[in-house]
């Protein structure tokens, strides 16, 4: 089946604009995550859905990030009033259940704030 | 700070070499994975090893866990052109950090032709 696909490919904004990032997971994964990778660094844990639980949003930069998952499947990310240090890539995983199962990563938005 | 961080930093050998790369990690873990990343693409898993496992292979890769060193390795065997890519480690810290799966900042390997 389709894998995890996220848009847009590619974002740029102006400072100070707000962004929203769509990732649809795979059909059927329960877990859904947020990451952020800077240029030549690693994953930047951002916010985690599980099913219908609370969403684990401690990852979260600040409070101009906040993310929404509708009908436990697709998420929105969203970026409000952009900074140009949210210039990164942003990678959606999915995964069927969490503990010993292995997650399934979009190919990224790349995200400019000029 | 990171809980998984890969070295070398970067890695460049012959395409037939072997190629071993390394991650350490400071707490506790369920698992440990290893991802592939292609410049500018989405990361893609290669292999998982459970804390109860010391090794772990899959085709011409093989991991080691070390949970008494808080290490994983990761070795490409007869390494190829087409294995050119970033390498990432991924410790899964099971019960009580859901979905914290920390990442390290990667090796980057390049396997000369």
């Known amino acids: 089946g389709a894998g995890v696909s996220q848009s847009p490919s590619n974002k740029v904004t102006e400072k100070g604009k707000d962004v929203e990032l769509r990732c649809d997971p795979i059909s059927g994964h329960t877990a859904l995550y947020w990451y952020r990778q800077s240029l030549g660094q690693g994953l930047e844990f951002l916010i985690y859905?599980?099913?219908?639980?609370?969403?684990?949003k401690s990852g979260l930069p600040s409070d101009r990030f906040s993310a929404e998952r509708t009908g436990g499947s697709v998420s929105t990310l969203t970026i409000q009033r952009t900074q140009q240090e949210d210039s990164a890539v942003y990678l959606c995983a999915s995964s069927s259940y969490r503990v010993q199962e292995t997650q399934y990563f979009g190919p990224g938005t790349r995200l400019l704030v000029l | 700070s990171q809980q998984g961080e890969e070295d070398p930093q970067a890695l460049s050998i012959q395409e037939g070499e072997n190629a071993t790369m390394n991650c350490s990690y400071k707490?506790?873990?369920?698992?440990l994975q290893w991802y592939r990343q292609n410049s500018g693409r989405g990361l893609v898993h290669l292999i998982l090893i459970r804390s109860n496992e010391r090794e772990k292979h899959s085709g011409r890769l093989r991991v080691t866990l070390d949970t008494s060193k808080k290490s994983s390795s990761l070795l490409i065997t007869a390494s190829r052109a087409a294995d050119t890519a970033s390498y990432f480690c991924a410790t899964d810290p099971g019960l009580g950090n859901a979905g914290k799966s920390t990442f390290g900042d990667g090796t980057t390997l390049t396997v000369k032709p």
């Open positions: 859905f599980q099913g219908n639980s609370a969403p684990d």
């Open positions: 707490t506790s873990i369920n698992n």
